[in-house]
């Protein structure tokens, strides 16, 4: 993500009374104490920053200021005074609107019809007055800059889009919160820069704007007031006060963390696990060629929509290409699904770990075993499971990854998106693969997890493990990564290894137009240096 310009720099709204006053607030959930005694206020026509470790508390308030479980101790106060906020319907009325991770939109259906979802019938029938609510939607959507018809399917819109049409519908509800949870974490540095203007616009308006986010540049730039969960407290607290990336990572960890500047040399590696010829999807995927080694940690960078999920859809069975061929230990795949490509060594750690990567009514136990369950059997011949087993290996490698749960046994979706993504990754520590797909590995990470994930996948390509890690943070494929590959518009447009791998250059191929598209190179002046090299 780039530096998007501070609000401090331009001088925030004078001080104003609070909209919402938390104090005192507990809550626990049996022996884990998720909240501690947390106060802090929020101000309208402010952007304030929730941020902490997975685990650490945000989600647990969220849910008691949206009404979805009450606080066992200490008050929310709305307007100075007391609101018990029992159920949605209470916030809803407060005017507190909030916008999850996991976006709450109805498939199949337009734009009007979502941004209309939850509003009260107008009619003495029961039913919604569809003509002013279409008059109030059009209104909301000029507001938005909403460059689509309100009759347009949202399954046809991009993820920044959809962003917009669940802002709609918050603003349908006259919310004056709105909180939004990791809103940039599938966006690309456009949609974020957009948003971050639509976010300004509507504090500028008198809003107040809960933004939760894992990526403390933005969070240091955008908000003015800033508060930091750490163990269900609050460790720091900013109210109107410039704060900085470094000042964020101490709260949250407890500890300095080095972010490196460029990639580290790349460690010896062994023959070809995976290799690319000439790929093609006859769509987004456009004559891609890659190979990964053992031992190596290889990236692939570039814009949202460049290619690069569905480039490695092609590689696991999950589509299938139009032109090349895939080969695995110099062997080609012919992988028809997914399930494939697992039989034969290949790991996957979908981008949507909810509705792809994890059974979410299922244990944590459960989700790490799934992938391995031949070796926990009795025998070839009886399909009986050595389950206490399976429980304690699931534990080990929950603890490797540092899970926060208060065991094993719990649902993997009482938990925190990160820990998910933790579960989904530990999930290929029990018998390491050969090649291990990682989509977005990251996302909805904190900082201080991420640099354990990044660990433990280290740890694997120490052992042998070709990893092909997809990220849209930059700042990740410099920590992470041995060589970096990035693509734009459906091609390779560019090679990074080493000191070579910066965020600017990987920035700068994200932009590059491939030479074959129109006859000539367009990768401007930048010099890669040693270890860059355009496609």
Request: net charge negative.
């Amino acid at each position: 993500m780039t530096a998007v310009a501070s609000v401090h720099e331009r001088g925030g709204p004078a001080p104003a009374a609070p909209l919402i006053r938390i104090s005192e607030v507990s809550k626990a959930f049996g022996g884990v104490q998720a909240l501690d005694r947390v106060s802090f206020e929020i101000r309208p026509g402010v952007v304030h920053g929730l941020v902490g470790a997975n685990g650490a508390g945000k989600s647990t308030l969220i849910r008691c200021l949206a009404g979805i479980g009450l606080p066992d101790s200490g008050s929310i106060e709305v307007d100075g005074v007391v609101a018990p906020i029992a159920s949605p319907d209470d916030a809803t009325r407060l005017g507190l609107a909030f916008i999850h991770q996991e976006m709450s939109l109805i498939p199949g259906w337009d734009v009007l019809r979502n941004m209309a979802l939850g509003i009260p019938p107008r009619t003495r029938f029961g039913v919604i007055d569809w003509r002013p609510t279409r008059q109030r939607a059009a209104e909301v959507a000029h507001r938005l800059g909403m460059r689509f018809a309100l009759t347009t399917n949202v399954d046809d819109l991009s993820t920044a889009d959809q962003w917009l049409v669940l802002i709609g519908r918050a603003l349908m509800r006259d919310a004056r919160m709105i909180a939004m949870d990791e809103p940039t974490a599938s966006l690309s540095v456009e949609e974020a820069t957009r948003l971050h203007g639509i976010v300004r616009e509507l504090v500028a308006a008198g809003t107040a704007i809960v933004f939760v986010s894992h990526r403390l540049d933005e969070v240091s730039a955008l908000c003015e007031d800033v508060t930091v969960f750490k163990d269900g407290r609050v460790t720091k607290r900013v109210v109107g006060e410039p704060t900085s990336k470094a000042e964020l990572v101490r709260a949250i960890v407890g500890r300095d963390l080095e972010i490196p500047e460029h990639g580290h040399e790349p460690a010896p590696t062994g023959r070809t696990v995976l290799e690319v010829r000439g790929v093609s999807d006859g769509s987004r995927v456009r004559d891609v060629s890659l190979t990964v080694r053992e031992g190596e940690v290889v990236g692939l960078g570039g814009l949202v929509g460049a290619g690069r999920t569905e480039l490695v859809k092609l590689v696991y069975g999950a589509a299938r290409a139009t032109a090349g061929e895939v080969l695995l230990d110099g062997r080609p795949t012919g992988f028809r699904s997914p399930a494939d490509a697992v039989r034969a060594g290949v790991g996957l750690v979908p981008e949507e770990r909810r509705s792809e990567g994890l059974f979410l009514e299922r244990t944590i136990d459960f989700n790490i075993n799934v992938a391995s369950l031949d070796s926990l059997r009795h025998s070839r011949a009886l399909p009986l499971l050595r389950t206490t087993a399976g429980r304690r290996r699931a534990q080990e490698v929950a603890d490797r990854v540092a899970v926060k749960a208060e065991s094993v046994d719990v649902p993997v979706g009482s938990l925190s998106g990160g820990n998910q993504q933790k579960v989904a990754i530990a999930r290929w520590l029990l018998e390491p693969p050969r090649l291990l797909i990682l989509d977005e590995p990251s996302r909805g990470v904190d900082v201080g997890a991420r640099a354990e994930v990044h660990r433990v996948v280290r740890e694997l390509a120490a052992r042998g493990t070709a990893v092909l890690a997809v990220s849209s943070d930059n700042e990740e494929l410099v920590a992470l990564c041995d060589r970096v590959l990035v693509m734009a518009e459906g091609r390779v447009t560019g090679e990074l290894s080493g000191a070579g791998i910066t965020e600017e250059r990987i920035v700068s191929l994200s932009f590059a137009r491939h030479a074959g598209d129109d006859g000539a190179d367009d990768y401007g002046a930048d010099d890669y240096g040693a270890g860059g090299t355009p496609a």
